[in-house]
Nanobody, 125 residues
């Protein structure tokens, strides 16, 4: 059973940057597609970004494209989300997730079967 632990969240001013990390243990990290999702209060959990096993394929939600970058270091079993030009509407709990079998990154929540506990990101002046 894989375990995912996010870190790096916090309070940042609009226009600022944060880098989230997700450390994985257990199941072989490099074999799986990984994704980031977020959930704001009163809203559904939504897709943010996903990356295939090698890092060669990445997908982003339109709302973060050009501002966020997903990456992974398979040697360190770690997933990252670099977030730049942050906006108040980016405020949410951010979750990393591991997709089930299959090499093509998916945007749908149901495709992911393992989730971290989440890390809070607050963008406010």
């Amino acid at each position: 059973q894989v375990q995912l632990v996010e870190s790096g969240g916090g309070l940042v001013h609009p226009g600022g940057s944060l880098r989230l990390s997700c450390s994985a243990s257990g199941r072989t990290f490099s074999n799986y597609v990984m994704g980031w999702f977020r959930q704001a209060p009163g809203k559904e959990r939504e897709f943010v970004a996903a990356i295939n096993w090698s890092g060669g394929i990445t997908y982003y939600a339109d709302s973060v494209k050009g501002r966020f970058t997903i990456s992974r270091d398979n040697a360190k079993n770690t997933l990252y989300l670099q977030m730049n030009s942050l906006k108040p509407e980016d405020t949410a709990v951010y979750y990393c997730a591991q997709q089930g079998p299959g090499g093509i990154p998916q945007r749908a929540k149901y495709a992911y079967n393992t989730w971290g506990q989440g890390t809070q990101v607050t963008v406010s002046s």
